[in-house]
């Protein structure tokens, strides 16, 4: 995972699905995919991790297709507190990746 | 308490002067993080502190001194910085270290080197 790309932005309206993607053609056997969220002036914040398949919490989805060489977030009927930056996470090698700024609009 | 508390908020020096930067977590964790983050940049890996004990420098400059006096207290000194130091520095832990933890950070310190 340790080489990473993301979107550098997207729009989305309240109430949408949104989904946002990041490639990772080298992620290594032993990282797992994980998500995080910050907001202007804080810390990132843990959103979702999985290895392979489907993970769901009460927050989002995260899908990992069988090569793992990507994985998509998928954020559920959005708000406008949801309007942050997204990071796809290298545990192998403590690497964040690029980061997805998403814009919510009422 | 999932809190990881980082002190000061904000901290403006001059480039001969010396501050350290202080972090706190009360979870029981055994790892503790240090990030640089520049504006509109992703965090960026300093250093790692597994049981007390530095496992991790990602080549960071002397002038940045890491300690780690006990499981719950994380430092970090500076000493005669550049203007271009200036950004947020997030303190993070988690349990043990291990690879799949989810990292727990602070609100962090907004640097500002003159």
């Known amino acids: 995972l340790a080489k990473t790309t993301q979107p550098i932005s997207m729009d989305s309206y309240e109430g949408q699905e949104v989904n946002i993607t990041c490639s990772h053609n080298?992620?290594?056997?032993?990282?797992?995919i994980t998500w995080y969220q910050q907001f202007p002036s804080q810390g990132p914040r843990f959103i979702i991790q999985g290895y392979k398949t489907k993970v769901t919490n009460e927050v989002a989805s995260l899908f990992i297709p069988a090569d793992r060489k990507s994985s998509t977030l998928s954020l559920p009927r959005v708000s406008l507190s949801d309007t942050a930056v997204y990071y796809c996470f290298s545990t192998d090698k403590l690497i964040f990746g690029t980061g997805t700024r998403l814009q919510v609009f009422p | 308490d999932t809190e990881v508390t980082q002190t000061p908020k904000h901290l403006v020096m001059g480039m001969t002067n010396k501050k350290s930067l202080k972090c706190e977590q009360h979870?029981?964790?055994?790892?503790m993080y240090w990030y640089k983050q520049k504006a509109k940049k992703p965090p960026e890996l300093m250093f790692v502190?597994?049981?007390?004990?530095?496992?991790i420098n990602e080549s960071v400059p002397s002038r940045f001194s890491p300690e780690c006096p006990n499981s719950s207290l994380l430092n970090l000194h500076l000493h005669a910085l550049q203007p271009e130091d200036s950004a947020l520095y997030l303190c993070?832990?988690?349990?043990?270290?291990?690879?799949?933890?989810?990292?727990?950070f602070g609100s962090g310190t907004q640097l500002s080197v003159l």
């Open positions: 979870m029981g964790h055994r790892a």
């Open positions: 993070a832990s988690s349990r043990t270290g291990a690879t799949n933890e989810k990292l727990f």
């Open positions: 080298n992620i290594a056997t032993n990282d797992y």
């Open positions: 502190y597994s049981y007390e004990k530095l496992s």
